[in-house]
């Protein structure tokens, strides 16, 4: 496996740009590595951009397009093992499942793993 797109500048940047809460660039700068990947790759990147598609609808308030956007980026996560591309996906997803329903106020963080 390449893992085409694997600590590129557009990678780390969309890491820093969704620690700041700029999810919408962040998934601008995935989709990027996600348009060079494919197999399991790919699915991640599909993965995280639907995540920070979410938090976009979460931010606007609109539940219907949180709900269908995370429902695809959980989907995708399940196929994936816990740990990808020096993430770990478990806690990603418990820190944006806290966030959307309202158990913590503090935006998730993205930490890449050694």
């Not at 938090?55 to 429902?71: I, M, S, T």
């Not at 020096?86 to 913590?104: A, C, E, F, H, K």
């Amino acid at each position: 496996m390449s893992h085409v797109g694997f600590m590129t500048p557009e990678y780390l940047e969309g890491i820093r740009l969704f620690n700041q809460g700029h999810y919408w660039h962040a998934h601008e700068q995935w989709e990027r590595c996600w348009l060079q990947s494919d197999g399991d790759d790919a699915l991640y990147y599909k993965a995280i951009i639907q995540a920070a598609a979410a938090l976009v609808k979460w931010r606007q308030g609109n539940a219907v397009g949180l709900a269908r956007n995370w429902a695809k980026s959980c989907a995708h996560l399940d196929l994936l093992p816990l740990r990808y591309l020096g993430l770990d996906l478990v806690d990603l997803r418990t820190q944006i499942d806290r966030v959307i329903s309202l158990q913590s106020d503090e935006f998730p963080q993205i930490t890449l793993l050694d």
